[in-house]
């Protein structure tokens, strides 16, 4: 079947699909790694991941941790621009 949607190019919406699917995947791993180094007391790592996942797609609750992860780390105005 498979065969058949790649001779006949029928699987590029399919493609698409799949594409956004790994683009949210992708997102959550990096938002959730930076979530465990927030936790286990790296913030530097933290701060890498959300600015990261922030550029890969705009999120309110990246931008919560990330604030956070700023207060935690006593640099007050990168933490209010978040906010």
């Given at each position: 079947m498979n065969i058949l949607k790649a001779i006949f190019g029928s699987?590029?919406?399919n493609d698409k699909g799949e594409n956004d699917e790994?683009?949210?995947r992708d997102?959550?791993?990096v938002k959730?790694?930076?979530v465990r180094a927030m936790r286990s007391?790296?913030?530097d790592?933290?701060?890498q991941c959300f600015i990261y996942a922030l550029g890969m797609k705009?999120?309110?609750e990246v931008r919560d941790y990330l604030s956070q992860v700023y207060i935690s780390s006593?640099?007050?105005t990168e933490a209010m621009e978040q906010l």
């Open positions: 699987g590029s919406s790994s683009r949210e997102f959550d791993v959730y790694d930076g007391g790296k913030p790592y933290a701060i705009e999120d309110l006593r640099r007050l």
